[in-house]
């Protein structure tokens, strides 16, 4: 879970870590009322959950009043286009008012979990500002790397060569506290990364953390009820909401093909083949192991509910379920989500045969297949071809209005 840079800083803060002094605000006169009461000149940041908003457009700063009416009139409800996001964009709804740093230079500063050595590790770089991939391309020599034993923390040898590193030996005390108290962050709130970009010196000496990026392992948010607390559900994906409230797991895709599969990994594997078959999934779905008539009707009902879905694919292993059950599952969901588009079923594992009579039997039309690759391909063509007649269908339709 990403949090907003906002609720960053007040977790930040509550370790001792300086951030700027501000506030979220929700229109344009309250971004107004909040820069009155910091004093200009004051910085207005989009609240959005994507990287790279400063090229984009999204970091603003603002040296009068009028800047500051013109600047909020002009973001709220903007759409902020930036390399993450597509070229869909995402709305602002939020704009965090902040007084203006007077910045000396920009540090970049992170921890994130290394899988190859399994640890935390902390990257950091004097080169701040500018993204961390840009860095590691341009400037490989300058990016300091410091695996961590989680045993023992953040040592303070490590803490003096990151200070040395990055020419923080005028801030010294204050550099180990907020490397040390950023360690405990990142620990406590069980993060996947923390990242300040940049972490500055400002001209006074002291330091300041203008920006701040914090992930959240789903897997800890069970534990950490203060941080779930914060999800913004404005900016996640109704579709994928509902499926979390169902528990299913579903995350929306390009392609046209709808995938219904049980267990994470077979999803994955799934959409490989169908990529590799010509096709292109239209989503990730996970219904779990059990695949119930319940989870199954809802599967159905979101992945319809997408336009571009131009074939259905039910990706099924009984390991933990029997086939024959999961059979009966598909045509009781059937009855209660109507389904128009074509439904390729591949059924494997316990009691695989009397699955494929029941669905064979049963009045209405699937396509079954004997395995995965037969399976991928016969989708595929299914979606690629119902795709291609759609399209034939809504030509004809415009000329005739001409
Ligand atoms: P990002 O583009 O989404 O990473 O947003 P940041 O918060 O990192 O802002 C982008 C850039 O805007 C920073 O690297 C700074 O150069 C600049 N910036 C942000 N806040 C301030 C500020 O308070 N004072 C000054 N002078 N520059 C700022
Ligand atoms: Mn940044």
Known sequence: MKLHEY???????????????????????????????????????AQVLTGGRGKAGGVKIARTSDEVRQIAQELFGKKLVTKQTGPEGVKIRKLLVEKAADIER?????????????????????RGGMSIEEVAEKYPEDIIKIPIDPAVGFLPYQIRRLKYDLDLMAQEKEAAKIFSALYKVFVEKDCSLLELNPLVVLKSGHMLAVDAKMDIDDNALYRRKEISKMRDLTEVDPDELEARFSGLNFIKLTGNIGCMVNGAGLAMTTMDVIKLAGGDPANFLDVGGEATPETIAKGFEIITRNPSVKAIFINIFGGIVRCDKVANGIIQALKKVEVKIPVVIRLTGMNKEEGMEILKKSPLKFYIANDLREAAKMVSELANSKAATVEKTTTKEEKKEK
């Open 7 to 45: 609720q960053a800083k007040e977790v930040l803060a509550g370790y001792g870590v300086p951030v700027p002094e501000g506030r979220v605000t929700y229109f344009p006169d309250d971004a107004w009322m909040v820069s009155m009461e910091l004093g200009l000149p004051v910085v207005l940041k």
């Open 106 to 126: 920009e540090l970049y500063f992170s921890i994130v979990i290394d899988r190859t050595t399994s640890r935390p590790t902390v990257i950091a770089s004097k």
